[in-house]
């Protein structure tokens, strides 16, 4: 009789055995049990649903293949023979038509099975299908690599494009890129757009900087006749140590250092110095609104200033960041000694001047008179603070030769998230080693 191992109610294959003949051999009854002893009751086995477990394997195995079938596109090497309907084959064709076969080259169309061509109707139906099948998160990096793949910056001059898209940071630094070439009857919808991007960040942003700088700030301005709930313990303990009675164990506190009150008046002055190139749009949309939220403390004197081989003042403007940003215009060329000379110039009070250099250091201005501004201002007893990138991305591309000359004077640079910028401000208020991040 043969035997399926796989049919789990199938009787077990009968096996014969030989009654053993050697010493220490029991005898065996054709049963294959001890002769002499009761044959033992059978093993109760659970019933369980072969055709359950199966249903579930099948399902599994189904769901992997979709899964596969949608990232591999359903070219003939995809190898799952899977067929899509429904939503799943409306959401393949919304990814096939931007990640479609080809080399990802050129223009929409151009050597791919799919594209969205330059019909604008055609790219609206496809932002709404996105919008519909994908998270947010996934839309916005969609909407990216359309615009990086298949060269649709210029449908973004259309009205109807910008009402259909996702608004995130990046989408703000294109339309900010292509400011000077928009029309008229664009430009409002792209302010609102940018407006909605601004009003976002500053609701994630504002408290949280505004808490961290203004306790910053009360911490820097030490007094020494505090109320009692303004006493720095620490540094009044600190200061009193050569008062140290031994027998009580104690120490007399014969001089007191409190925090001051440093909302009564501007103590601190913010000089955010921005390079506006391409490479820099997600730091210049961050440092705008830093900006505003900075420029609305009492207690701190910002101002903008944003270059590129020219240099721009916004600081009159940073009561809306909408405006300084489209007072930006991304791209050109660099030239950071011909921006620092001007803030340089602007320092009334360097010993209570933060300075912040927002770049990628690619200086086509004069290197050694650039160095020599950053080292006269720390001489001076401004903090000067370097940031590579305000930004979520990954490690920013940056002159490393310049970077380590700018830390030979005392003046790291490294990239910046905008959850860490207010933590790099306090720091530089209070002149307290800089937060900077481990090196990868």
Known sequence: MTTDPNDLTAPATPRTTEPATGPGHAQMDPEGQPAGEPAAAPAAVP???????????????????RR????????????????????????????????????????????????????????????????????????????????????????????????????????VGTLLSLNKAMPETTKE????????????????????????????????????????????WNRTISANLKHYLPEYRTIVPERLIGYGRASRSVKKEVV??????GS?????VYASVFGAV????RSIDTRLVVFDTAVVDLTDQLDDPVDVL??????????????????QSQITRPAETVMVLISDLYEGGIRNEMLKRVAAMK???????????????????????????????????????????????AAAIEKRPLPTPDPA
């Open 280 to 284: 820099m749009a997600a730091s210049v």
């Open 326 to 343: 489209f007072g930006t215009q991304l791209g050109g060329g660099t030239d950071i000694n011909r921006a620092l000379a001007y803030c």
């Open 379 to 425: 001489a001076s007893g401004v903090q000067f603070v370097t940031l590579l990138a305000l930004s979520d991305e990954g490690a920013p591309a940056y002159d490393r030769e310049h970077a380590a000359a700018l830390a030979a004077l005392g003046a790291p640079a490294f990239a910046c998230t905008p959850d860490l910028f207010p933590e790099v401000m």
């Open 294 to 297: 900075l420029a609305s403390m």
């Open 68 to 171: 596969w079938r949608l990232v591999l596109g359903g070219e003939a090497a995809d190898g799952t023979g899977c067929a899509l309907s429904g939503q799943d084959a409306a959401m393949d064709g919304a990814l096939a038509a931007l990640y479609g076969r080809g080399d990802g080259k050129g223009q929409a169309g151009k050597e791919r099975s799919a594209g969205l061509g330059a019909s604008a109707p055609s790219v609206a139906r496809w932002l709404g299908d996105i919008r519909t099948y994908f998270p947010s998160s996934v839309v916005q990096v969609m909407q990216r690599d359309a615009i990086d793949r298949l060269g649709l910056s210029t449908l973004l001059l259309e009205p109807e494009m910008l009402e259909a898209v996702e608004a995130d940071v990046h989408l």
């Open 47 to 65: 019933p369980r649903s072969s055709a359950g477990t199966a249903a579930r394997s099948a399902s599994s195995t189904d769901e992997r293949l």
């Open 272 to 277: 955010l110095c921005i390079d506006q190139s």
């Open 189 to 232: 919808t792209a302010r609102a757009v940018v407006r909605k991007v601004v009003e976002d960040l500053e609701k994630r942003l504002a408290t949280r900087t505004r808490a961290t700088l203004t306790g910053a700030l009360d911490r820097s301005a030490r007094i020494n006749r505090p109320r009692h709930h303004d006493i720095d």
